[in-house]
């Protein structure tokens, strides 16, 4: 099964403050929680780059290297560009809430993982 950009879009828009940003000088959107980007991509590209840690980022592209790869000008830090044609759906959610997570206040993720059961 085949991931899209908007399928990403809507688990992050379903997340507790998770927000679509349109930046204009990069002409995309981005995904965020506040003022706090953890994901950008776009409908036409077929990509999303995605925050990980650097040990997560190392294992993902070590894992499946026609699936990930460090992102363009932020790999160093972590962050993994997606292909999502190639994706596992249940694989690019949990990366993507765990992206959220490492951006969104401790509190509101407790308060979401409580909710969650």
Do not use: N
């Not at 379903?14 to 002409?27: I, S, T, Y």
């Not at 044609?85 to 949990?94: I, L, M, W």
């Amino acid at each position: 099964m085949t991931v899209t950009y908007e399928q990403v879009r809507d688990w992050v828009l379903a997340l507790p403050g998770g927000a679509e940003v349109f930046v204009e000088q990069w002409g995309h959107p981005t995904l965020r929680y506040g003022d706090k980007m953890f994901a950008s991509g776009g409908g036409g590209s077929g990509t999303v780059t995605v925050k990980a840690s650097r040990e997560e980022q190392a294992e993902l592209v070590a894992t499946a290297p026609h699936v990930y790869s460090p992102a363009p000008y932020v790999g160093r830090y972590g962050w993994v560009t997606v292909v999502l044609a190639e994706a596992d759906p249940d694989e690019v959610r949990q990366l993507v809430t765990d992206a959220w997570r490492r951006t969104a206040p401790k509190k509101v993720v407790r308060a979401y993982d409580s909710a969650q059961g």
